[in-house]
């Protein structure tokens, strides 16, 4: 029996933006370390030229130095900037089966845009963060609701959305989107939903024909026209690196029924025309 290759079917596609990516590892359940090398690494073999990427030490322990990593980090793989090679070739060859698909992509390091994480269990110094990473040029942050135990209806969520909408500030946000829609909503807010599963998709569309602002990560949108469904220019390429199987969503996307235009706004233009 022929094994399956995921990278015969996802073929020459390349993801320019994703937008759910993380460094760090979670204490409390089996993963991968997720330090920037590796995560990077991954990026590269999935052809994937630029990640947004967000700390979970910020989310889950101390922002202020999870962000400082990121930022750190961003600092040396910008997006104007010329990138070294990730590995060498000897170090980690490619696989027969991938060698022809990978190209030069598998030699370069990723860039990054820097997210920054804010802690909704702190709505006073959620806030007084932002105020520190909008001048060092953080045009996105992250709220991690499930991992920090807050609710949708939580004063903090509405305090950060609002803060967020009045700075233009993009929001990639977790949590069940039938939810956390409800602190956005009015606000004119410009907002990711990085959660949104295929059998909530039908919620999605009905609250974001209110909310031009509002969009969705394509992660969990696996059924048969789930990326048909949602207006084009409403999805946003997210794979959670390393913390999801990143093949998934590219496969998907790849092996969708979008034209190539489209298909390109997802895999990235529309993350870059959100954030700038």
């Known amino acids: 029996m022929t094994a399956f290759d995921a990278r015969k079917l996802v073929g020459e596609l ?21 330090t920037p090398e590796s995560v990077l690494g991954t990026l590269a ?16 322990f101390d922002m202020r130095s999870g962000n400082d990593e990121v930022l750190t980090l961003a600092s040396a793989h910008p997006l ?11 170090t980690v060859p490619p696989s027969p089966s991938d060698a022809s698909a990978a190209g030069p992509m598998a030699a370069i390091t990723p860039a990054v845009v820097p997210v920054g994480t804010v802690d909704l269990r702190d709505p006073v110094g959620a806030v007084r963060e932002i105020d520190r990473l909008v001048p060092l040029g953080v045009k996105a942050i992250r709220l991690f609701p499930d991992e920090q135990g807050v609710e949708a209806g939580f004063p903090s969520v509405r305090h950060v959305a609002r803060k967020a909408a009045a700075l233009g500030l993009v929001v990639l946000t977790g949590g069940d989107v039938r939810r956390f829609w ?13 959660d949104t599963h295929f059998y909530h998709l039908g919620d999605f569309l009905v609250i974001a024909a209110d909310e031009p602002g509002f969009h969705t990560s394509t992660r969990l949108l696996n059924s048969p026209d789930a990326l048909e469904t949602v207006p084009p220019d409403r999805l946003l390429y997210g794979s959670r690196t390393p913390h999801y199987e990143p093949v998934v969503p590219l496969l998907r996307l790849a092996t969708s029924g979008l034209n190539p235009h489209e298909i390109a706004a997802v895999a990235g233009g529309n993350a870059k025309r959100l954030l700038g």
């Open 45 to 60: 073999e999935q052809r994937i030229r630029t990640g947004a990427i967000a700390s979970l030490r910020a989310a889950l």
């Open 80 to 90: 104007d900037g010329r990138r070294e090679p990730l590995v060498s070739p000897e």
């Open 14 to 34: 390349e993801v320019t933006l994703d937008v759910d990516v993380l460094v760090g590892a979670y204490p409390d359940r089996d993963g991968p370390p997720g």
């Open 182 to 194: 409800q602190p956005f909503s009015g606000l004119d807010a410009k907002v990711v939903f990085l």
